[in-house]
């Protein structure tokens, strides 16, 4: 009996000395993942989906079949559906099934005319700011343009985007957040121009190239103009290929605004690099 004693006394004790965990036990702890992590990363996929033409306008979003593919539960995908209501992507209706947003012909013409005068704002600005080095970055995004044209779709927009942030990265950070977002829900649209071959329209080479010597110039106001004459035809474009019968008048007053209003107030300042 007393060496079961002993022996209780002995597992009694290094019990006892065993360290108490008082953390939290956090996600990363138990071996799940942040939720928030989660959440954001199903909101990307989504929306990459929809903005790619793999959804198109009108669409149901099935949610059992999209937590399934994404391996989450529904909690995290009903939130990314909301956020991508609040971006006005998708319509999720309480009590209905999520759907890409319809077609909307006033929303284009609004979010276009925003765009198109915002953007030759924030380039207006930012142009004569520019270093050599960023211009630079802006002839290597032609070139890899070129080489992607005709081959890789997502290559070419990357190299858009980027191409087209550059000349507008001197503009006020609220400003660009502004643009981010309006080109987010611009972009559901221009799928459907781009749909097919985004990167052969040979017009959009063109003003490019006319972008580009515009930078190198610093001449903001070419380049806003030219900005707002590629945004206009491109939206003047999805709108002829989907609802023909109506006049883009929203959009051509936003471009007669941008050409009809002289000179904009672009900063006196010595541009960054530049030798």
């Known amino acids: 009996m007393v060496r079961t ?29 942040d939720p928030s992590l989660t959440v954001r990363t199903v909101h990307r996929r989504l929306r990459d989906e929809i903005l790619s033409g793999r959804y198109t306008f009108g669409d149901v979003l099935p949610q ?9 539960s529904r909690t995290p995908l009903r939130e990314a559906l909301r956020l991508l209501e609040e971006e006005g992507l998708i319509d999720a ?25 915002m953007s030759a704002v924030a380039t207006s600005v930012s142009v004569p700011r520019l270093s050599d080095a960023e211009v630079a970055d802006m002839s290597r995004d032609l070139g890899a343009m070129e080489r992607a044209r005709d081959q890789d779709a997502e290559a070419w927009k990357q190299a858009n985007v980027h191409f087209h942030n550059v000349h507008m990265s001197h503009a006020p950070l609220l400003l660009r957040q502004d643009l981010e977002r309006l080109s987010d829900r611009n972009a559901l649209y221009r799928s459907v121009w781009t749909r097919d071959a985004p990167h052969s329209d040979p017009q959009t080479v063109v003003e490019h190239e006319e972008l580009v010597r515009a930078c190198e110039r610093r001449d ?14 491109i939206a003047i474009a999805v709108m002829a290929q989907v609802v023909p019968e109506q006049e883009p008048a ?7 605004m941008v050409l009809g209003a002289g000179r904009f107030s672009s900063p006196d300042v010595a541009p960054a690099g530049r030798n």
């Open 5 to 33: 004693n002993r022996t209780r006394t002995q597992v009694t004790k290094t019990v006892m000395a065993k360290p108490v965990d008082t953390e939290p036990a956090t996600s990363s702890r138990m071996g799940r993942r």
């Open 250 to 256: 929203t959009i051509r007053a936003a471009l007669n």
């Open 64 to 72: 059992v079949q999209l937590a399934q593919r994404y391996g989450v």
């Open 93 to 117: 209706e309480s009590n209905r099934r999520a759907r890409v947003a319809q077609f909307r012909f006033d929303d284009l013409e609004a979010i276009s005319a925003q765009r198109i005068m």
């Open 220 to 233: 903001g106001v070419a380049a806003a103009h030219g900005m707002a004459r590629h945004q206009a035809r």
